[in-house]
């Protein structure tokens, strides 16, 4: 430890995730160990507080998806509360719901995930960013992407205060209503965001589907991982980010599980290791198998891939029309990590769609925003498809509605290792005989990435996206070279 | 290209949503990247640490700093960036006063490890593994980094030049923030980028507070169906208005819920719990004096709504600030 300090003070400013990859005596990579580095303690640290206050605190868990965070929390509020939302709170909270999911959704392509295909894998790491994207689609474009992403998060602010740490949200309703002003403003950005869900998806078709290299890369067994997948689904099993039950799928595609958030303790356990301070989730009925794919796996993903998986069909036609292509090119269950990019731009497509019908919903400007006919239970499980996925928050108060237990399982947790083999078989595909690359690192990274992992939600703690440190070692755990980024 | 001022903006233990409130500049942020070179922004570019290690020493000219310090990493480099920049800007409530995360210093490292690792209702622990800093279980020696028992806002760890705060920093103020240390006009060493007036002087809803507030009954926010314009504290709920600084944009109370202080204390006021216990105090309405102590017991949680942002910076629990890996 005190030696890797001395050796490598990089890791220590940007080490807030780290990999380490190591190697056998022929070079090959043996083992990589995706960690996170960091603990904050908010289910602690919210004890005592009283329940009502919960959405205002817990967005602060990841300002990257603060929105799912305040929105988990709202929903277990209302079970807490023992009360529905009216239909016009329901309304306005989707809207909310929905316009994250599109901003969200951009700027993880566009910022962080889209320089990797639009600029390219191994170009010039000084160009690998939004500028060079923009430099690359024309400043039009660019200054679509911003208009775009600031217009839905205007939605976000006019019904939660702030788009980075949103506010609000009570047991059985919102704290404001929609003007008819405001509902107008917004079908003007429902329809911008449609359009520029479709220019979006097609950038993705010409830069990646049409190009083979790229193709040939998405389809490789390097970027290829087989485990079981969990979604929220409707009654219809079609996606659905704000509610519905949980299904889960094996790695052949067959239905597992399909049940109510409030029994995720039985179908959910999270193991703990030594090696890092984020918490393994697993099947639970299954049992802790290690870090392994396939059939034999108790290992789940979550998040765009999943849902694709999981889901019957999108819940909107213009989405529905793109989910089928998808499917057309790819079969289902699909392992591909990096068509987990693929799906989330189907899914800022219906985000897109539904804010329309939200918009055309006369009950969106409805005055009863509040149901007050309180059924106090004392406990409450909130679950939504967070952007990345599943997300449970679960509390039980005292009589008095102050929180004396909290319980949350966030999307990179879910994650976290599948990220740890994806990068490990990406590393193996990429590192031969000693020979490490200069490109190998985005290659690896490129596996993680996929995940837009989060690893501020992951430990309740720090900022949601991460720089990297890979360190490589000798058979002996010496490190021998060392990338960061 | 060399002759542009160099900016770095950099997070500690925050949780991100500082730096999408710079993405939030929109448009204006092109003039940003135009006046500066950016030399370091982990969530957008690639540069590296020893980029900034390789400096002279004060050649950023502004170094704008998120999040918290919870750990050694946090410290080391807010330590480089201290010696490498001119001017450092705490940027937002975790770095200005430890944030909401900062409630943390109200519990032991010891008993979230209990909950995280041990008792939550979803562990699956039969070893009763622990991280721990060096591990050797999987044939290899992996290792994680310790972390400090307390959480410390920036001024704790090293000299800061101005502070920015909010949960996060709202557009205008950072583009005032990063214009005025374009054309060299901030203001004098130690000042906080906002306005010094408490947020009830701008409230839009302070024509409707009576002349004389009193509260007869504390209401949580749930329990009302809360009036649109009306004064909150006249409505009976706790709102930190009157300790809490202006220059938020009164978004919270514009969506209708009232404010719990996340630009921090007024001007001149080092401990705002304790500002606002006694304002608080002031209004609180009762016959006898039994009766106006039990109403304000009947406020739960005042350290959960006096303190939301700044317990870090509080005067509370300084004595457990002598020992950082407590």
């Known amino acids: 430890m005190a030696n890797k300090i001395t050796i490598n003070p990089v890791t220590r400013l940007e080490g807030h995730g780290k990999i380490d990859i190591f190697l056998n005596d022929n070079g090959d990579v043996a083992d990589a160990y995706f960690q996170v580095t960091e603990l904050r303690g908010f289910e602690r640290f919210c004890i005592g507080r009283p329940a009502e206050e919960m959405p205002r605190i817990v967005p602060n868990i990841c300002g990257v998806c603060p929105t799912p965070h305040n929105m988990a929390s709202t929903k277990a509020l209302d079970y807490i509360y023992g009360v529905a939302p009216t239909p016009t709170a329901k309304l306005v909270r989707k809207l909310q719901y929905n316009a994250n999911f599109i901003e969200d959704h951009y700027i993880h392509f566009f910022f962080l995930a889209g320089p990797d295909f639009v600029v390219g894998p191994d170009a010039n790491p000084a160009e690998r960013n939004i500028l060079g994207v923009i430099n690359k689609v024309g400043l039009d474009i660019g200054k679509k992407v911003i208009e775009v992403r600031k217009k839905t998060r205007e939605i976000i602010k006019l019904v939660a205060s702030k788009p980075a740490h949103p506010e609000g949200g009570l047991p059985g309703g919102v704290p404001r209503g929609i003007t008819e002003e405001e509902r107008k403003t917004i079908r003007r950005t429902a329809d911008l965001s449609v359009e520029f869900a479709q220019f979006a998806m097609k950038l993705f078709k010409d830069t990646v589907l049409k190009n083979k290299n790229y193709l040939d890369l998405v389809l490789s067994d390097a970027y290829n991982l087989k485990t079981y997948y969990m979604a929220l689904v409707d009654d219809t099993k079609k996606v659905n980010f704000y509610e519905g039950k949980l299904r889960v799928i094996d790695p052949s595609g067959n239905e597992t599980a399909f049940f109510h958030p409030n029994d995720y303790a039985d179908y959910i356990g999270e193991w703990v290791e030594p090696w890092t301070y984020i918490r393994l989730t697993h099947l639970r009925k299954i049992g802790w198998k290690g870090l392994i794919e396939g059939e034999g796996t108790s290992l789940y993903r979550v998040g765009p891939l999943a849902r694709y998986n999981v889901c019957e069909g999108m819940a909107t036609p213009l989405a529905q029309k793109e989910y089928e292509q998808m499917v057309e090119t790819l079969g289902k269950p699909s392992h591909h990590t990096l068509a987990y990019h693929w799906m989330r731009l189907i899914e800022a497509l219906q985000a897109a769609e539904d804010l329309q019908n939200i918009a055309d919903d006369p009950l969106l400007t409805g005055k009863n925003i509040r149901n007050m006919n309180f059924q106090f239970t004392g406990k409450g499980v909130g679950c939504v498809e967070a952007c990345r996925g599943v997300l449970i928050h679960d509390y039980e108060t005292d009589d008095n509605g102050m929180i004396k237990k909290v319980n949350l399982i966030v999307a990179t947790q879910h994650n976290a290792a599948p990220i740890s083999m994806s990068v490990k078989k990406a590393a193996q595909a990429f590192i031969k005989g000693g020979e490490v690359k200069e490109g190998m690192l985005n290659m690896a990274e490129m596996a993680f990435r996929a995940y837009d992992p989060c690893l501020g939600c992951a430990t309740h703690t720090l900022p949601g996206k991460m720089p990297l440190v890979i360190d490589i070692r000798d058979h002996e755990g010496n490190i021998i070279k060392t990338i960061s980024r | ?326």
């Open chain 2, 1 to 326: 290209m060399a002759d542009k001022p160099k900016l770095a903006i950099c997070w500690f233990g925050g949780c991100g949503g500082c730096d999408e409130a710079v993405v939030d500049l929109n448009e204006d942020i092109l003039k940003v990247t135009n006046a500066f070179d950016l030399v370091l922004w982990p969530v957008a570019l690639d540069f590296k640490y020893h980029h900034i290690e390789a400096m002279e020493d004060k050649e950023i000219t502004l170094s704008i700093i998120n999040g918290s310090v919870r750990n050694s990493e946090h410290e080391e480099i807010a330590n480089l960036l201290r010696k490498k920049s001119k001017i450092v800007l705490a940027f937002g409530a975790c770095a200005c006063f430890g944030g909401t995360p900062g409630m943390a210093n109200m519990r032991s490292k010891e008993d979230i490890f209990q909950w995280v690792y041990e008792d939550a209702p979803t562990i699956v622990n039969p070893k009763h593994n622990v991280p721990q800093p060096v591990s050797n279980t999987t044939g290899y020696e992996l290792t994680l980094p310790e972390f400090y028992g307390q959480v410390h806002p920036l001024n704790q760890i090293i000299d800061v030049d101005y502070y920015l705060p909010g949960c996060p920093p709202p557009p205008n103020l950072i583009y005032n923030a990063v214009s005025a240390a374009i054309a060299g006009n901030l203001p004098p060493k130690g000042s906080t980028l906002a306005p010094e007036r408490a947020l009830c002087d701008v409230c839009d809803r302070n024509k409707t507070k009576p002349d004389r507030l009193a509260i007869s009954q504390i209401k949580r926010i749930h329990e009302i169906e809360a009036d649109p314009e009306k004064c909150f504290l006249a409505q009976g709920v706790v709102c930190t208005g009157p300790a809490t600084r202006s220059g938020c944009g009164e978004t919270c109370i514009k969506t209708n819920i009232p404010c719990r202080g996340c630009f921090g204390p007024v001007e001149g006021i080092a401990d705002m719990g304790a500002k606002y216990l006694s304002a608080f105090a002031s209004i609180v309405e009762a016959d006898t004096e039994e009766n106006r102590k039990n109403l304000i017991e009947s406020l739960d949680d005042p350290a959960g709504y006096f303190y939301r942002f700044t317990t870090a910076s509080s005067l509370l629990k300084k004595r457990r600030d002598a020992s950082k890996k407590s």
